[in-house]
Nanobody, 108 residues
Framework: QVRLQQSGGGSVQAGGSLRLSCAASTLSGSAVAWFRQAQGKEREFVARIHRGSTFYAGAVRGRFTISEDNAKTTTYLQMDNLKPEDTAVYYC?????WGQGSQVTVSS
């Protein structure tokens, strides 16, 4: 059982930055990923980190950075140069466990 507690998010104007955090209750050694779901759309992959290797969806590559702390219990998603189309609820994911979601709203 892995519990994921998210924090961060909020509202920002286009071009601004936000950071999301995802704290895991236990170390799983599995990849940690971020997904997002915009209103009326399906959940989509954003970024993943596993043993230091990262991978990004094309829509966010170069603007978002996924990282983890040294203990590998907290994963971060730094979001820079945000666009209105980044507006969504963001979820962290480990195996089949999900965080509670964080709203990110970007206004033009």
């Amino acid at each position: 059982q892995v519990r994921l507690q998210q924090s961060g998010g909020g509202s920002v104007q286009a071009g601004g930055s936000l950071r999301l955090s995802c704290a895991a209750s236990t170390l799983s050694g599995s990849a940690v990923a971020w997904f997002r779901q915009a209103q009326g759309k399906e959940r989509e992959f954003v970024a993943r980190i596993h043993r230091g290797s990262t991978f990004y969806a094309g829509a966010v590559r170069g603007r978002f950075t996924i990282s983890e702390d040294n203990a590998k219990t907290t994963t971060y998603l730094q979001m820079d140069n945000l666009k209105p189309e980044d507006t969504a609820v963001y979820y962290c994911n480990v195996e089949h466990f999900w965080g509670q979601g964080s709203q990110v709203t970007v206004s033009s």
